[in-house]
C-alpha cells in the first residue's frame, strides 16, 4: 500500500533559519500528497497538498513540490519563525478503495524554532 | 471556513466503561468521515471510515465490536469505545470530507482519552 517516510525529529532551528524537512513516498498509481501541522494541544490542519507530478503547493511561506522522479515531497521554509513551532505531518492519499479518501500519514516531525 | 468539532476534548474513565466521542460537521455536509488513533509522538493510524448511513468500514486489526462507530446524519459521526481498557489510552481524531475524488481536509481537534 502507499505509504511515506518522513525525517525524524527533533528539528530545533534559530528564528530565521532555512527549514526542510525529508519526506518519500512509495504508491502505486499517482497518489496526492499533504503536508499537515499540529501546533500544541491542537489539531491538525492542512498546511499545503499537490495533487500531480511536479505541482508545488504553498502556504504561509511553506512550500514544497511533488518529485515523481525522486518520489518525494519535501517541505521547505526560507526563513522560519518561533510560530513555526509545531509537528509537521507528511500524508498521501491511500490506494484503497474502501477508504475512499483516507490518508496515510508520516511519523511526524517535531520542530522548535528559538528566538 | 469548515470547520469539524470533536467533543469532548479530553475524557478520563475506568477500566470497563464505554465512552462516545462526536465528531460534528459544522458548515458543510460530511458523507464520509474517518477515524483516527495517534500514539505518543507516533503517527496517525486509520482505524475506520463511515459513510453516511452504512455501516463503517475497519482497518485490518481494529476490532469494530470495540470501536463503535456511528454515522447517523451528514453531520455527526461517533465513536463508542467500549468496555473501555488502559491500553486503549490514545488520541483520537476523526476527520470529515464533503468532496468526491479528494481527501479529507478538515480535522478534529481531537480527544484524549485515559482509562484508568
Known amino acids: 500500500g502507499n505509504s511515506v517516510t518522513q525525517m525524524e525529529g527533533p528539528v530545533t532551528l534559530s528564528e530565521e533559519a532555512f527549514l526542510t524537512i525529508n519526506c518519500t513516498y512509495t504508491a502505486t498509481g499517482y497518489p496526492s500528497l499533504f503536508w499537515y501541522v499540529q501546533y500544541p494541544g491542537e489539531g491538525l490542519q492542512l498546511l499545503l497538498k499537490?495533487?500531480?507530478?511536479?505541482d508545488k503547493g504553498s502556504n504561509k511561506g511553506f512550500e514544497a513540490t511533488y518529485r515523481k522522479e525522486t518520489t518525494s515531497f519535501h517541505l521547505e521554509k526560507g526563513s522560519v519563525q518561533v510560530s513555526d513551532s509545531a509537528v509537521y505531518f507528511c500524508?498521501?492519499?491511500?490506494?484503497?478503495?474502501?477508504?475512499?479518501?483516507?490518508?496515510?500519514f508520516g511519523k511526524g516531525t517535531s520542530l522548535l524554532v528559538t528566538p | 471556513g469548515a470547520v469539524v468539532s470533536q467533543h469532548p476534548s479530553w475524557v478520563i474513565c475506568k477500566s470497563g466503561t464505554s465512552v462516545k466521542i462526536e465528531c460534528r460537521s459544522l458548515d458543510f455536509q460530511a458523507t464520509t468521515m474517518f477515524w483516527y488513533r495517534q500514539f505518543p509522538k507516533q503517527s496517525l493510524m486509520l482505524m475506520a471510515t463511515?459513510?453516511?448511513?452504512?455501516?463503517?468500514?475497519?482497518e485490518q486489526g481494529v476490532e469494530k465490536d470495540k470501536f463503535l462507530i456511528n454515522h447517523a446524519s451528514l453531520t455527526l459521526s461517533t465513536l463508542t469505545v467500549t468496555s473501555a481498557h488502559p491500553e486503549d489510552s490514545s488520541f483520537y481524531i476523526c476527520?470529515?470530507?464533503?468532496?468526491?475524488?479528494?481527501?479529507?481536509?478538515?480535522f478534529g481537534n481531537g480527544t484524549r482519552l485515559t482509562v484508568t
Open positions: 500524508a498521501l492519499s491511500r490506494s484503497n478503495s474502501n477508504s475512499g479518501y483516507a490518508l496515510n
Open positions: 463511515s459513510n453516511e448511513g452504512s455501516k463503517a468500514t475497519y
Open positions: 499537490a495533487t500531480k507530478a511536479d
Open positions: 476527520s470529515a470530507s464533503s468532496q468526491s475524488g479528494n481527501s479529507p481536509l478538515h
